[in-house]
């Protein structure tokens, strides 16, 4: 036999020779034999009335307070582990050192809510009440002079409201009141105004408790007047003084109309609008002159409704020139319309009234300051024509910042030619 041979016969003879003593020495196992868990708790369970300490192996817990109306409640279980719940003391009652006190309901006062307690039983303004709940307190008190802010309690919590004293009444020390003999010049019993009411000749003072607000000018000419409402309460209205009256010093003045001109301050020369002379309008260091912006048109100044220097743009009527910051006048025909010895038709003109009967003075084109034509009604003026007036389809060629375009007479009026389509 070889070597190799030899060496596992020997292997195999000494496996199975352990085998055997490991079979031989086994004993059987016994499955009924499990660990159990040690737990002991020294309140005994769940006893909310007695600090317990339980214990589970080396785990060690004491019960304990959450908050002040919660406790944390240690026990063992039935399997003999360690278990906690959380637990409202019954009650009402509070939390203290890890156990519920055993307060009865006949041990608080006269509340329904056994927590939160009040001494005026609810919403009473006539009552100062203080309303508590743990170590917190609210007592009533005013929040204005007719107004108490009441503390009670809701759904057993510290609620507040505020609450508006009866007619008459006012709040004081946390209560409503009689308010008989207080305030003058008014009938509310709060509110009271030095001027009795809207009385815009008087600097007023109105007061509501410690709110009070003085008459004063917004403008020269306005005044912020302040009184009290039926409902007592501060209240204020934006007035004009009348009359052209100013505002000084939070009253509008007396002047009546017929003592100052009809406005205040500006001053027109000419009267508002008379495009015919050159006015000076004036208001304090404010001067204005009337003057043309083109030779047939005026700018006109003048005092406004509300006292300032105003201006409007104007064409001066019937196709007069503006000169020297006033539009020329209509010449006066004998018989009050246009002259049978007028201009004849195509001559130059400023006005109608320059034009013989049956004429119109009318501009050449339609675009800027255009010379002048007594030309018939359905006519239109060309400076391209000798004798200045061209009929219907007559044509006419005017410069415009976009270049030139041709117009064409249609019944009295300038139209621009349309471009044909190609």
Not at 94 to 117: E, F, I, R, S, W
């Amino acid at each position: 036999m070889s070597y190799a041979k030899s060496m596992m016969v020997l292997f195999v003879l000494f496996a199975v020779s352990m085998f055997g003593l490991s079979v031989a020495s086994k004993e059987p196992i016994n499955t009924g034999d499990r660990p159990q868990y040690n737990c002991t708790d020294s309140d005994n369970g769940k006893d909310y009335y007695v600090k317990g300490t339980t214990v589970s192996g080396r785990m060690i817990k004491n019960d304990y307070c959450s908050t002040k109306y919660r406790l944390v409640e240690y026990y063992c279980r039935d399997n003999g582990r360690m278990s906690s719940m959380y637990v409202t003391c019954p009650g009402g009652g509070l939390c203290t050192n890890g156990v519920c006190n055993q307060t009865g309901a006949g041990d608080h006062q006269q509340t329904v809510n056994p927590n939160c307690t009040e001494t005026d039983d609810g919403k009473d303004i006539t009552k100062k009440g203080t309303t508590s709940k743990g170590n917190v307190k609210k007592t009533d008190h005013c929040y204005s002079a007719i107004r108490v802010l009441e503390y009670y309690c809701g759904s057993d919590q510290i609620k507040s409201e505020y609450m508006a004293c009866p007619t008459g009444k006012k709040c004081a020390d946390g209560i409503c009141v009689e308010a008989q003999g207080e305030g003058q010049g008014v009938t509310s019993a709060n509110c009271t105004d030095s001027d009795n009411g809207k009385d815009v000749y008087t600097k007023g003072t109105t007061t509501l408790g410690r709110t009070t607000k003085n008459d004063y000018c917004s403008s020269k000419y306005r005044l912020i007047e302040y009184y009290c409402t039926d409902k007592n309460r501060i209240s204020s209205v934006y007035v004009t003084c009348p009359g052209g009256g100013l505002c000084i010093n939070g009253a509008c003045n007396q002047t009546g109309a017929g003592e100052q001109q009809t406005s205040q301050n500006c001053t027109d020369s000419d009267n508002g609008k008379d495009y015919y002379v050159k006015g000076t309008t004036k208001k304090a260091s404010v001067t204005k002159n009337d003057y043309c912006s083109t030779p047939y048109r005026l700018v006109e100044y003048y005092c406004s409704d509300r006292d300032a220097v105003s201006y409007e743009y104007k064409t001066c009527p019937e196709s007069g020139k503006c000169e020297n910051g006033a539009c020329s006048k209509p010449a006066e025909n004998p018989g009050g319309g246009q002259g049978t010895t007028g201009a004849a038709r195509g001559t130059r003109c400023s006005s109608t009234t320059e034009c013989a009967q049956g004429l119109v003075c009318k501009p050449s084109g339609r675009y800027g300051e255009q010379e002048k034509y007594c030309c018939g009604e359905t006519e239109c003026a060309s400076v391209m024509s000798g004798h200045g007036c061209v009929g219907n389809d007559g044509t006419d060629v005017q410069s415009t910042p976009n270049g030139e375009v041709t117009l064409i007479c249609n019944m009295g009026r300038y139209v621009e030619q349309t471009p044909p389509a190609y």
